[in-house]
C-alpha cells in the first residue's frame, strides 16, 4: 500500500523549487511534460503514487498545491512545458495578487483570510489519499507568502493532521536579501521550531558557493541553484519511490536522524554534481569516494563550521549498483579515520540506504550519494539570523510595516527570538555528554529564577 505525501509550494521560492522538483520527478518515472508515461518506461519498478495519482484518463498528476500571493512564478509555470501536468484545481492565487510585500504580517493575515479556499484543496487531496503518510512544505523563510502564508499553513495543517508527518525544505536567506528578511526569518523559524517534524535547511550562501566553486559557474542562476535543490528533493525520496528493505517511508527515514523532536534540523550533502551538463570534475565514484566527499565541509549546502561541531546522526543514501561489503569496509575506513565526530550520549553510526537509480536517466557516474544528517554546528546559523535580527530591531527599523498589521507583533518578535536563543543552546547542549539531563536541568534552574516573572531578557524600544 502506498504511503502517500502531498507536496505544498508556498511563495515564489517555494514554486520555483517544486517546478524543478517535479520536472525532475518526471524525468526519473518516464513521465513525459503532459503528465503521461512514456513509451520506454516499464511499469512495475517503482512506486509513481507516492507522489502521483492517475487520473481517468491515464495521466499522472502531481499531489502538489501551488500556492501564491501575486501571480508571476505560477503564471510562467501555467504557460511552460509542463502547464498540463498540474491539477488545475490545486492552483491557488490570490485574488487582487498583489502578495505579501516582504512582509511576513501581511502573509500570515492574507493566509487567515484564505483559510477556506488553501484547505479545501488539501482536504481534498488528503481525502483521495489511501494511506497519507504527510506533508512536503517547500518556502523560503525570509519573503511574505512563503514565510507568512508558510508559517500559517504549517500551524493549521498541526491542527487538523496531528498525527501526519511534516517535512519542509526550507530556503534560508543570503546576507543581500531584503532588509526585513531577519524579521521574516525569526518570525517563521517559531514556527518550524514548534510545527515541523522535519525541516531540510538550504542555504542560500552554501547554495552559492557550491554552484561556483564545485561546478565552476561564476554567476549561478536562479534556475541553477533551483535545479540542485531539486537534485537533494529527488534524491532525499528516492527510498521512497525505488523501496527497498530499509527507509520505505518518512517515518523510518527520520527516525534515526532526529532523536529529539526540537533538533530536527537537517542540513544535506550531494555529490557528484551535475546542472546543465556542467558536471562536478570527479573522477572516481567508489562508495568509499563519495561517502567521503560527502563529510568535506565544501560539499555540505550549509554555511556551518562542521568541523568544530558533533554530529547527532547522518543518514547516507547512495544509489547505484553497489554491493554491501563496498558498505563496511567503507564505513570501517571512515571509522578508522575518525573522519566524523559523533555526540556522546548517543550510537555513533553512520546509517546507510541503498537506493537503485532511475533506469530512465543516464549518468556518467556509477555511484552518487545524498547525505542527510543532523549536526550541531547548524546552530551557528541561527545565532547570525539573531545576531542580524537585533540589530535592525535596535534600529526599530521597519517595525510600523508589521505593527500596522498586528497589534501583537512586537510580543511575537520576543517569544520568537527566545524560541530561537533556545534552540541554538539546545544544539550547544547536545555537543556535551551530559545532554540527557539538559531538559531537567534548565526546569530545575527556571524554577528558581521565578523571578524573572517569565518575561523576555531582550528588552527593545517600542514603535
Known sequence: ?????????????????????????????????????EEFAKPGIDRKDVFFYQSDDDHYVPRALLLDLEPRVIDSIKTSEYSGLYNQENIFIAEKGTGAGNNWANGYKQGESFYDDIFDMIDREADGSESLEGFL????????????????????????????????????????????????????????????????????????????????????????TNSLVSTVMSASTTTLRYPGYMNNDLVGMLASLIPTPKCHFLITGYTPLSIDRQTESVRKTSVLDVMRRLLQPQNIMVSAPTKTGKYISILNIIQGDVDPTQIHNSLQRIREKRMATFIDWGPASIQIALSKKSPYIKSSHKVSGLMLANHTSVNHLFSHIIQQYDKVRKKQAFLANYTRESSEILQEFDIAREMLDDLVQEYKAAEQSDYINYHMNKEFNNNNNKNNNGNPQYQYGTV
Open 1 to 37: 500500500m502506498p504511503r502517500e505525501i502531498i507536496t505544498l509550494q508556498v511563495g515564489q521560492c517555494g514554486n520555483q523549487i517544486g517546478s524543478e522538483f517535479w520536472k525532475q520527478l518526471c524525468k526519473e518515472h518516464g513521465i513525459n511534460a503532459a503528465g503521461y508515461l
Open 137 to 224: 512544505l517547500t518556502h523560503s523563510i525570509s519573503g511574505g507568502t512563503g514565510s507568512g502564508m508558510g508559517s500559517y499553513i504549517l500551524e493549521r495543517l498541526n491542527d487538523r493532521f496531528p498525527k501526519k508527518i511534516i517535512q519542509t525544505y526550507s530556503v534560508f536567506p543570503d546576507d543581500s536579501s531584503v532588509v526585513v528578511q531577519q524579521y521574516n526569518s525569526v518570525l517563521t523559524l517559531k514556527r518550524l521550531i514548534e510545527n515541523a517534524d522535519s525541516t531540510v535547511v538550504l542555504d542560500n550562501n552554501a547554495l552559492h558557493r557550491i554552484v561556483g566553486e564545485n561546478l565552476r559557474i561564476d554567476q549561478p542562476t536562479m534556475d541553477q
